[in-house]
């Protein structure tokens, strides 16, 4: 069995996400929290709300935003590393990141 994140960045571009995760290992959750952290503010990212409150859910969103369409469906390495993330972060087998509908949902 597959894991899979499924990131919409517009009706008309969408990626599928498929990594070959069996479980989801509770302990390695928080580390993923600390990628999103990090990688949130090295890629820049704003926050989406009007209170500046950042969320796991937006720095998900934030991040799948700036690594774009292009880097994830060309750059595996890369795309295959937001999705491990994406998974621990929130301990899911599955999971969409629905930019357009400023969604993320597992």
């Avoid at 820049?44 to 937006?58: H, I």
């Avoid at 890369?78 to 990141?97: D, Y």
């Amino acid at each position: 069995m597959s894991a899979m994140v499924l990131v919409i960045f517009s009706p008309r571009q969408h990626i599928e996400l498929v990594t070959p995760i069996q479980t989801i290992d509770p302990d390695s959750g928080k580390q993923s929290r600390d990628w999103f952290d990090q990688t949130w503010q090295a890629l820049g990212c704003e926050p989406l709300r009007a209170s500046g409150k950042v969320l796991l859910l937006d720095k998900i969103m934030g991040v799948a935003d700036a690594l774009g369409y292009t880097l994830l469906s060309q750059d595996d390495e890369r795309a295959q590393e937001f999705a491990r993330h994406c998974l621990q972060a929130v301990g899911s087998m599955q999971v969409t990141v629905d930019l357009p509908g400023l969604a993320v949902t597992y």
